[in-house]
């Protein structure tokens, strides 16, 4: 977020790439757009951008990681061109075998940060697609000038370097957290996920020389996503 979770996949802008060529861009309603400035840490090609792009219904997510389970349910009816990327780098096992690099304990920001293949916070896939920001959270109560929103316990939302620079980095909100409105969210941790998150926060952050108890780092639990899987409409 400004300064914590934002610090992610950089904007391309309208950067050519190495041939000189423009950055390919698909033509759907999502335009999803090649950042060859910053390559994907993983091979991956654009995802299908379909004319009519699915906006209905949810679609569960089987997530394996290290520390249990963190089951998700995406909504495309909040964000359907995030939710189609999303969908398409799991179906391309673009998640599998990734470390969760980033945790984080403020008082107003307790988030798990996931999607990012070299582990740095700054991989991502190749390609960056607009944001769908959300218009019903409600005001954050820490937050006297109403200016930040409630981001609460549960949600998933994607992570980014600014308006219209989302890629594969998202997290996962384990205790209500305060932010401006910048950050899409697509989706609900499972119940099951919710005891993940919560056995991950408590064992904290990893020290570092310069800071022995830090609220932003590594985890201390080694959470690495094993396989990201959507499997049924409900």
């Known amino acids: 977020m400004t300064a914590l979770v934002a610090v992610l996949v950089v904007s391309s802008g309208s950067v050519a790439s190495a041939s000189g060529a423009p950055p390919r861009t ?86 798990l940060q996931c999607g990012d293949p070299t582990s740095t916070g700054e991989g991502g896939p190749g390609y960056k697609y607009k944001d769908e920001l959300p218009v019903d959270l409600p005001p954050a109560p820490s937050d006297p000038t109403g200016v930040r929103r409630l981001y609460g316990r549960g949600l998933l939302a994607m992570a980014n370097a600014g308006p219209n620079t ?5 997290f996962v909100v384990y205790g209500d957290s305060a932010l401006r409105p910048n950050y899409t969210v697509f989706g609900t941790v499972g119940a099951a996920g919710l005891k993940t998150l919560d056995k991950i926060a408590a064992g904290g952050i990893e020290p570092t020389a310069q800071d022995p108890a830090p609220v932003d780092g590594t985890p201390v639990l080694r959470t690495e996503l094993l396989s990201v899987r959507p499997f049924c409409l409900p």
């Open 166 to 170: 989302n890629g594969s980095q998202f």
């Open 26 to 111: 698909t033509h759907g309603p999502c335009e999803y757009t090649q950042t060859p400035d910053e390559p994907a840490a993983r091979r991956v090609p654009l995802p299908p951008d379909p004319r009519h792009t699915p906006s209905h219904g949810t679609l569960r997510t089987a997530v394996r990681t290290s520390q249990g389970p963190l089951p998700l349910r995406l909504d495309r009816a909040k964000a359907p061109c995030t939710v189609q990327s999303f969908v398409h780098l799991a179906r391309h096992r673009f998640y599998d075998r990734t470390m969760c690099h980033r945790l984080t304990a403020y008082p107003t920001l307790k988030v």
